[in-house]
């Protein structure tokens, strides 16, 4: 296991353990939501339900509860990197951090 899945790992345990929390839309998630017609859910907090391992392709993955906002669209799976998680907690650092990593992983690459 390589220090990157580890680091997922963990950060996966303490989100899992943080459930439920909220979470504000990142810019690519704000315009599925408007293309949507879930204007409201793109403006306010979104509440993550569920989160889990889709692996190295499609890393941490959330589970979003839109029901407020429509009862017809019950949940909404994204990227956990389409999410702002709340800056008060350590999760949302550590969330960045890994963003970070990961772009920059990203553009190094050939």
Known sequence: ??????ERLKLFEQLRFALPLKARARPPLIERLR???YCEAARSSLPVTNIFDAGENFG???ELDLTQYCPQARFLVV?????????????????QRR????ARAASQAP
């Open 1 to 6: 296991m390589s220090f990157s899945s580890l």
């Open 35 to 37: 293309r949507s017609g």
């Open 79 to 95: 990227s956990l990197d389409h999410l702002a998680l709340d800056r008060r907690f350590a999760l949302d650092r550590q969330s």
């Open 99 to 102: 963003r970070r990593r990961l």
């Open 60 to 62: 941490l993955m959330c």
